[in-house]
């Protein structure tokens, strides 16, 4: 049927939903209360006209600047750079850090044709430049464009005042080492802590 | 920000969606092409004004008559009778079946206050007792609910001339003994296949 299967292309697009999943939500959405598909509907229709980016950190915000931005009791010493918007999600999430942050859009990635001019990185060192940082923390993912994004902006800084650190990469909390991949298991051994410093 | 969780939350009300999936589709829609999203919106806030249910069967149609009853090039001595209307669609797409349908919206279950007359039973004994079937295939899911329903269909039919059958129940093909439930291994035994008799 032309619009059943309409839908299920729709759904099927969106990140994480396979062809049977989006069958399953399609049947679902046929057959509940249709008030709820209106609500669900317009919601979709409408994200884009509700969010933008803030003027300041490039995180999403329903003003011009965002919650964090706009927080006068966080540390202003601190600065944590991540690739996505809903990265500072997932920081603000785990309730750890209390300093202000900045979003790239992306990371430099030669092959995919992004380099260091579509990120907003001009903006990152101009906010460095002109604030009371002392430290950039770099939360880039740890892959290989999230590790030449870091090292790139560490270059950029090396004659200023601020001190860069990247997020610390190894073994998962919870993890096993029997299925840690090569990778990840020789950067944690690179990065081992000594027992008796602690 | 209240526009994004409202989103999430209309997500994660979807089948097979957890929170953590609808956070991940909230952030995609927010930052890929609006037309999709207007696109999606639409489709998901109109598809019930599009899909009814068969006048005969009760199987999901965008006209009056599902193209299934309307085929005329079917067995006509063939009824299946299933569950749901998504379940003709998966019988539908293996192919292996050339008769008419007839969908119950649901099966017995007293603990849900759902009895045979919340269910089209009535319909599908009209349509047996003036129609040229002589098999009604009893699809219901392996469950308690779809085994009660098979049986009261089978005995409301035990004066009529059409045979009852039910679907085999047993080892899923590529399954593995070792991960095979209980109650699906007794099943399996009990309906055992003589090998030489094939």
Redesign the interface.
Known sequence: ????D??IR??S?????GNK?A?????????RD?R?????????????D??RLCDVCGS???GQICDVCQDPHRDHTLICVVE???DV?TIEASGVYNGYYHVLHGAISPLDGIGPDQLTIGQLIERITTGDFSEVILAMNPTEEGDTTAMYITHLLRSSRVTTSRLASGLPVGGDLEYTDKVTLARSLRGRIRMSDQ
Do not use: C
């Open positions: 049927m032309r619009s059943i309409e839908l729709g759904l697009r969106l990140p994480g939903v999943s069958s399953r939500i399609a049947y679902h959405l046929i057959q249709v709820d598909n209106h609500l669900l509907g317009e919601l979709i229709s409408t994200i884009q509700k969010i999403f915000t329903e996505q918007p809903q999600f």
